[in-house]
């Protein structure tokens, strides 16, 4: 199993569609965790952190289950900007700031 | 702020040859990482730094592969030598406690070995 494991892509929504990203990882004692976006040919970008309690930036939700070990990514309303790849980041708790990326779930948002 | 600093942003290189990569984190940030990207493998931790002191190497392909931070300003990662399979771009990233274990990434340099 691997360490972070994203859903498979690529997801291809319609604008103003709600689309939902889940993330397993299988460190109990993970710490912490990030979505990052990636554009083609560019570096990946933090897009937010996620918090035990949940978290929302505008038309984005983010929401940490510790007893399912999963996160999930909630876009509203998508545009076609948010046409990316998503990259779960789980932290990994005995390498210190050592973290584990997702392989990238992507996102394909259409006209 | 500048950002992470990567150079150069491409490099095509022949097989044998040695190539370098260089890095300049976001002042203030102590910890410092290398990695690879490729279609196949994705995202690839290389080594970490922290305090300018490396803390985990065990990504690196092989021998071939070295990578020093002399100073907080500065990193470099070098092949040696390189080959068609080293091929991918290369993402050095910086961090710091303030930023909550969250990475800020450089441009990346895209190696082409061949």
């Known amino acids: 199993r691997k360490e972070v494991e994203q859903d498979p892509g690529p997801f291809n929504v319609p604008e103003g569609a709600t689309v939902a990203f889940n993330c397993t990882y299988s460190?109990?004692?993970?710490?912490?965790f990030f979505w990052y976006r990636q554009d083609c040919r560019k570096e990946p970008k933090l897009l937010m952190s996620?918090?035990?309690s949940g978290n929302e930036d505008g038309r984005f939700t983010a929401q940490l289950n510790r007893a399912s070990q999963y996160i999930s990514l909630l876009i509203r309303d998508s545009k076609l900007s948010d046409s990316a790849t998503y990259l779960c980041?789980?932290?990994?708790?005995?390498?210190?700031?050592?973290?584990?990326f997702g392989a990238g779930t992507r996102l394909f948002v259409k006209a | 702020d500048a950002g992470v600093i990567q150079s150069p942003r491409h490099e095509v290189t022949e097989m044998g040859q040695e190539v370098t990569l260089r890095c300049k984190p976001i002042?203030?940030?102590?910890?410092l990482f290398w990695y690879r990207q490729t279609m196949m493998r994705g995202l690839e931790l290389l080594i970490y730094?922290?305090?300018?002191?490396?803390?985990?190497d065990s990504g690196m392909p092989e021998d071939r592969f070295s990578a020093k931070m002399p100073n907080a300003s500065f990193s470099t990662l070098k092949i040696q030598p390189s080959e068609p399979r080293d091929s991918a771009v290369y993402f050095c990233?910086?961090?710091?406690?303030?930023?909550?274990?969250?990475?800020?990434f450089g441009s990346g340099t895209r190696l082409t070995v061949v």
């Open positions: 990233a910086s961090s710091s406690l303030t930023q909550g274990y969250g990475y800020t």
């Open positions: 460190n109990s004692a993970s710490q912490s």
């Open positions: 996620v918090y035990s």
């Open positions: 980041v789980v932290n990994n708790p005995t390498g210190g700031f050592k973290t584990i």
């Open positions: 002042s203030g940030h102590n910890s």
């Open positions: 730094f922290n305090n300018n002191v490396p803390i985990d």
